[in-house]
């Protein structure tokens, strides 16, 4: 069956823009949106929207979503472990976090050289760039550390790992796509949508349970 695309989207396609890149720039403001009504009704924080946006459009970019997560993951604990192996150093931020980044590419040329050897061609074959933004989230780890500690950076990037898999999952529905193939104009009621969201007053869905003993009293 023939996908009726919009002459919009034809438009597009003629001056030469790829058809992905037209429907990931389409899936955006989706993505954003349903982060901003996570983090501003649900309660749930994560690295800010620009740090899970991005993730999403790298495990997009990944050969498959485990291989994304993995990454993730990797980046994650060797951020934690290398923060606990240079303390003694007590190095300035900045040449710490170098040494981070060092650490992180290494570890993960290793993990593509192992994934090769086993024969994991998806693995082996990631591009570099979700590489290069999986390792970007070094930083942000790092800072949330030192402000904040351990746990609270965890849960934080918990939640982001969770908030970047539900946006892989709507960026690749198939009924989503074509929606915006078809109708480009739907992403236009994302601006209402955040307005609404931006005038949100009430206590957030969290917040239900985390005050939930206090407001059984009221």
Known sequence: MELN??????????????????????MLPIIATFIAFL????????????????ITFAFLATNGLR?????????????????????????LYL??????LTIVSLTILVMLVLGGN??????ASVSIFPILIMITLVEKFVAVQIEKGNKTA???????LIISICGFYIASWPFLIKALIT???LILFT??????????????????????????QL
């Open 191 to 216: 601006i209402p949508l955040n307005i609404i969201i931006g005038k949100w007053t009430g206590l957030r869905v969290s917040e239900y349970f985390r005050f939930r003993n206090i407001i059984k």
């Open 154 to 160: 965890l849960i934080l990037a918990f939640e982001t």
């Open 5 to 26: 695309i919009s002459p919009i989207i034809h438009f597009f396609t003629n001056e030469g823009v790829p058809i992905e890149t037209i429907v990931l720039l389409l």
């Open 39 to 54: 983090r501003q009704v649900v309660g749930i924080k994560a690295f800010g929207i620009y740090t899970p946006l991005i």
């Open 67 to 91: 291989y994304g997560v993995a990454i993730f993951l990797a980046v994650i604990f060797i951020g934690m472990l290398m923060r606990f192996v240079m303390k003694p150093f007590r190095l």
């Open 118 to 123: 086993q024969r994991r061609t998806g693995l």
């Open 95 to 100: 040449p710490r976090v170098a040494i981070m």
């Open 183 to 185: 109708h480009p104009w």
